[in-house]
C-alpha cells in the first residue's frame, strides 16, 4: 500500500506536477534525479521560500556542474533558510564547489544570519579537505608514476 502511494505521487511528479510536497517526497526518497528539470529550475524563482529550499535539496541530487551553477545562485537568497540549504547543496559536490570558496568565507564573516554563517564555515572546512584530498591524490600519483 505505502508503495502505491509513492508511485502515485511518482507519478504526478513526472507529469511536471512541482508541488512543494511531491519534490519534497523525492528528495527524501533519494529519487529527485528523476523529477522533471524544468519545473524544478522555475522553483528556484519562486516568490515562496519554502518552495526554493524544496527546489535546492532536490537539485542538489542532479550530480552535475548545472546542479552547482544554479544552486550557487541562491547562495544570496533573501531567505536564510534558502542560503543555509544552498551552501549545504553546493558543499556536496566537494571540489566541483571550490569556485565558491571565497563567497563561503565572506558568508562566513559578513551573513546577518548566525545560522548561514556556522553552516558557512563548515562548507569552507568540507570544500578544503576535498581540495587538499585531491591535491594529495594527485600528488600520490604522480610520485608512483615517477618512481
Same mark, same amino acid.
Given at each position: 500500500m505505502e508503495g502505491d502511494s509513492f508511485q +502515485? &505521487?511518482?507519478?504526478?511528479? /513526472?507529469e511536471g506536477d512541482s508541488s512543494t510536497a511531491y519534490v519534497s517526497l523525492f528528495t527524501v526518497y533519494g529519487s529527485a534525479a528523476q523529477l522533471e528539470k524544468d519545473p524544478l529550475r522555475e522553483m528556484l524563482k519562486s516568490e515562496d521560500a519554502s518552495a526554493r529550499k524544496a527546489a535546492v535539496k532536490a537539485i542538489a541530487q542532479w550530480g552535475d556542474e548545472e546542479a552547482v551553477a544554479l544552486l550557487a545562485g541562491?547562495?544570496? &537568497?533573501? *531567505?536564510?533558510?534558502?542560503?543555509?540549504?544552498?551552501? /549545504?547543496?553546493v558543499c556536496k559536490f566537494g571540489v566541483l564547489a571550490g569556485g565558491?570558496? +571565497?563567497?563561503?568565507?565572506? /558568508? *562566513?564573516?559578513e551573513d546577518s &544570519?548566525? +545560522?548561514?554563517r556556522a553552516v558557512s564555515k563548515w562548507a569552507v572546512k +568540507?570544500?578544503? &579537505? $576535498?581540495m587538499l584530498a585531491q591535491h594529495d591524490g594527485?600528488? $600520490?600519483?604522480h610520485s608512483v608514476s615517477s618512481g
Open positions: +502515485q &505521487d511518482r507519478k504526478k511528479c /513526472m541562491l547562495l544570496h &537568497d533573501r *531567505e536564510s533558510a534558502v542560503r543555509c540549504a544552498a551552501v /549545504m547543496a565558491h570558496l +571565497q563567497t563561503f568565507k565572506t /558568508m *562566513e564573516a &544570519d548566525a +545560522q548561514v +568540507q570544500i578544503g &579537505d $576535498s594527485i600528488i $600520490s600519483a
